[in-house]
């Protein structure tokens, strides 16, 4: 999963460490 495209994506992996 990355996180750099979506706003919410960055708060959902926030959790993921994914960035």
Known sequence: ???D???N???INA???CG
């Open 9 to 11: 994506y960055v708060q």
């Open 15 to 17: 959790t993921c460490s």
């Open 1 to 3: 999963m990355k996180a």
């Open 5 to 7: 495209i979506h706003p």
